[in-house]
């Protein structure tokens, strides 16, 4: 396994400085505050010259709601620069609510618009990233939704701690049912909360801090032991959401998960 940044880290940065703080890593996972879709692809391949780009983390998407033909343009938009900076991947929006809320009509039509992404994105790969709310928000929801998509080119991201607001597996279970299809994981960490402290969110009636990795009540070495043991070989992606996120706390969380692999 080897380690990426996830630039949304530094969001309040600017794209350069961003991308400046992964060149130690060697590579990155370039969200879409640091590249918007009319980014011309000369200035796109000029930013991440020299780095590994793992995935686009790409806004687009919505497909129960939104509306299909904007989506698919500012996707076409995106596999082109992805080509451009020899990206394998991006990540769409599938849609929400979560699937145990949605009406079916939507979800159908959520499945046709993606269809049509996963063709456009071709031969590059389409993300999901598992997220609580969404379609995909369980490992078997995930899976649910490609195999009704029916799609070669459709991968998914772990994200620990957005199973764990959802009260949805992240170990084991979740990664044996993502199977191949594990293309992803995003390294972040989060503390539940009794009531409301300084810095806490609230998600649906609990509050929860960002925290460093290890500091935080995610089992993430045990997922990183879960994940050795499946012989996953892919990327971990830091993804730190405090705003007192800095390039010395990126050196922080990379050093930490180094010693653990």
């Known amino acids: 396994m080897q380690i990426a940044l996830n630039t949304l880290v530094l969001q309040s940065y600017k794209a350069t400085e961003a991308v400046e703080a992964a060149r130690f890593l ?3 996972e370039i969200n879409g505050r640091h590249l918007p879709p009319n980014t011309p ?3 796109a391949r000029e930013l991440l010259q020299g780095l590994a780009v793992v995935n686009i983390g790409a806004y687009t998407g919505g497909f129960t709601s939104g509306d299909h033909q904007s989506i698919l343009a500012e996707l ?12 394998p991947a991006i990540r769409v929006y599938p849609g929400g609510p979560s699937l145990g809320d949605i009406d079916p009509n939507l979800y159908k039509r959520a499945v046709i618009g993606l269809k049509e992404a996963a063709h456009i994105a071709n031969p590059l ?8 709310g969404d379609l995909a928000d369980s490992a078997d929801n ?10 070669d080119n459709l991968g998914v991201i772990l994200d620990p701690a957005n199973l764990f607001i959802g009260n949805a597996d992240y170990l084991d279970k979740a990664v044996k049912t993502l199977g191949t299809r594990l293309s992803l994981v995003h390294m972040k960490d989060l503390k539940k909360l009794p009531s409301s402290a300084p810095k806490a969110f609230l998600i649906e009636g609990t509050y929860y801090s960002h925290q460093l ?7 993430l070495e045990k997922l990183i032991s879960v994940l050795k043991e499946n012989e ?3 990327y971990l992606s830091l993804e730190y959401h405090g705003d007192d996120a800095t390039p010395q706390i990126v ?11």
């Open 26 to 28: 060697g590579a990155i």
């Open 41 to 43: 692809p000369d200035q």
């Open 76 to 87: 076409a938009k995106y596999v082109d620069l992805a080509q451009a900076i020899g990206a």
């Open 125 to 132: 790969k389409l993300y999901f990233e598992l997220h609580h």
């Open 142 to 151: 995930a899976m649910r939704l490609i195999d009704d998509i029916g799609a």
């Open 213 to 219: 990795l290890g500091d935080g009540d995610l089992k």
């Open 232 to 234: 996953y070989t892919g």
């Open 251 to 261: 050196r922080r969380e990379a050093e930490w998960l180094s010693k653990r692999l």
